[in-house]
């Protein structure tokens, strides 16, 4: 699946981001492909998942987001992200 | 690579700063002095830090202050400041914050390796609380030096 971390500089916070969720993916043994944007480059892309911050996540439409509370601390960003990556894994294998 | 960014340039400890703005203008000349960026990056890390500043404080205390690259960054760096007082960015959760690490970078992709390794030192809560124990700039150089070249031999 492709998942794009999103935030409003594109080179700093999203690319943190991405490792972070790289690492969460590989943890679970979940194929990911990760990529970082800048938040206007951001929509023309179509990811299966979009991870960013709630500020920008409420500006994307008719795209599947999910908020994050910390672009590095792992442990949140695997409360929130984990389950609904899972769910679209399993929504993909079938 | 990151002990080639940060320097004696680039590194200050002890910096006096009565609000978060004057911290992110310190690091700024850090920048503008060792000829990463052009005067425009300072104001556009503020402007950036105006509009959702509260995001750039990643962890208790620690803030990295950036913008993008077409604000005249002329080659990637890395700088970092202590503070003598804590100075507070409206972060409700890790404010306040004495430790910026500042970036700047000239592209997304180049600076990937970069960024990878200055989250193992932003990570290391030895390394944080010596800073935070009045570590002097030299030895803040130093460790960042060791620790990278270890990082090499794994």
């Known amino acids: 699946m492709k998942i794009l971390t999103v935030c409003g500089n594109g080179i700093g916070s999203s690319l943190m981001l991405a490792m972070k ?24 892309k179509n990811p299966d998942l979009i991870v960013t ?10 795209k599947r987001v999910v908020a994050i509370r910390s672009y590095v601390n792992k442990k949140k960003i695997r409360e929130d992200v984990l389950d609904i990556i899972k769910a679209i894994q399993i929504k993909q294998q079938r | 690579m990151i002990e080639k960014l940060f320097n004696s ?17 310190y690091g700024g000349e850090m920048f ?40 005249g960054v002329k080659k990637i760096g ?23 690490v500042f970036l700047c970078a000239t592209d997304k992709n180049t600076h990937i390796n970069v960024l990878s390794e200055l989250m193992e030192l932003i ?25 990278a070249c270890k990082g090499e031999n794994k």
């Not at chain 2, 990570?123 to 620790?147: P, S, W």
């Open chain 1, 21 to 44: 969720i790289e690492e969460i993916c590989k943890e679970e043994n979940i194929d990911a492909q990760v990529e970082s944007s800048d938040f206007n480059s951001a929509q023309g």
């Open chain 1, 53 to 62: 911050i709630k500020e920008l996540a409420q500006q994307f439409e008719n």
């Open chain 2, 9 to 25: 340039t680039t590194v200050a400890v002890n910096v006096k700063a009565k609000n978060w703005e004057e911290a992110v203008r």
């Open chain 2, 32 to 71: 503008v002095k060792a000829g990463n960026t052009g005067r425009a990056y300072i104001e556009a890390m503020i402007e950036n830090i105006r509009k959702m500043g509260q995001y750039i404080v990643i962890a208790p205390g620690l803030a990295m202050p950036h913008a993008r690259p077409e604000f």
């Open chain 2, 78 to 100: 890395l700088g970092l400041v202590h503070l003598k007082e804590p100075v507070a960015f409206g972060n409700k959760e890790y404010d306040p914050v004495d430790i910026l």
């Open chain 2, 123 to 147: 990570e290391d809560e030895f390394f944080l609380k010596q800073v935070r124990g009045g570590m002097e700039k030299n030895a803040i150089i130093n460790y960042i030096h060791q620790k």
